[in-house]
């Protein structure tokens, strides 16, 4: 079974600043991926970031990157320039392979101040 | 805009009534999936179909019911309401090889 964890229930940053959200995942799969989204305060789920474990880069979508680390089993979300409207929620997840089902951690909610 | 369209967004029902929430996947997405989100279970998987058929079931109740459609919309049924069935529901879909899933919108469900 795939687990997801996300620790810091709450992070504060300032505006203009970087941020590294963490993700801690368990799976015995020997090949998956990590997804992370943002559910602002409107509730929609936005697609951010996605790396397959055998990707050889990092993946990075403007100001997103994952810091992917497979030895440590982690892929923290770095933002970077943070900006007054990325303040939400974010989570990290696992997606689904043959028959099984998408996996959340319990989310991080960022709040950037000016 | 993730190109999955969910209706309806809001929805205030009262306890025992049935309601209907549709999803039109991306276009070219045959796998669609159903979740639930509360305040106090978070995240829940609820049922997911590829192509027409159930490939895969979360903790989905026996009141709930799904299924999707030959032009691959899905529908999710929620009978004898309750409660605590109110949440935001959300449908998602990806394509086969299953590396992007996109969320639609949500449908907002109250229950009175």
């Known amino acids: 079974a795939q687990k997801i964890t996300q620790t810091q229930p709450g992070m504060f940053v300032q505006e203009k600043e970087a941020v590294t959200l963490d993700c801690t995942y368990d799976?015995?799969?020997?090949?998956?991926?990590l997804f992370w989204y943002k559910q602002p305060s409107s509730g929609e789920m936005i697609f951010l970031i996605y790396?397959?474990?055998?990707?050889?880069q990092n993946a990075t979508e403007g100001r997103y990157s994952l810091n992917f680390q497979k030895a440590r089993k982690s892929a923290n979300l770095v933002i970077s320039a943070s900006q007054l409207g990325d303040s939400a929620m974010y989570f990290c997840?696992?997606?689904?392979?043959?028959?099984?089902?998408?996996?959340f951690g319990k989310g991080t909610m960022l709040l950037v101040s000016p | 805009d993730s190109g999955v369209t969910q209706t309806p967004k809001h929805l205030i029902t009262a306890t025992g009534q049935r309601v209907t929430l549709r999803c039109s996947p991306r276009?070219?997405?045959?796998?669609v999936y159903w979740y639930q989100q509360s305040l106090d279970q978070g995240l829940q998987f609820l049922i997911q179909?590829?192509?027409?058929?159930?490939?895969a079931k979360g903790n989905i109740l026996e009141r709930f019911s799904a299924q999707q459609f030959p032009d691959l919309h899905s529908e999710l049924n929620l009978s004898s309401l309750e409660l605590g069935d109110s949440a935001l529901y959300f449908c998602?879909?990806?394509?086969?090889?299953?590396?992007?899933?996109?969320f639609g919108e949500g449908s907002w469900l109250t229950v009175v």
């Open positions: 179909y590829y192509n027409g058929e159930e490939r």
């Open positions: 997840a696992m997606p689904p392979l043959l028959y099984s089902t998408l996996t």
């Open positions: 276009s070219g997405d045959l796998s």
């Open positions: 799976t015995s799969d020997q090949s998956y991926g």
């Open positions: 790396q397959g474990s055998y990707d050889e």
């Open positions: 998602a879909s990806s394509a086969p090889e299953g590396n992007t899933i996109y």
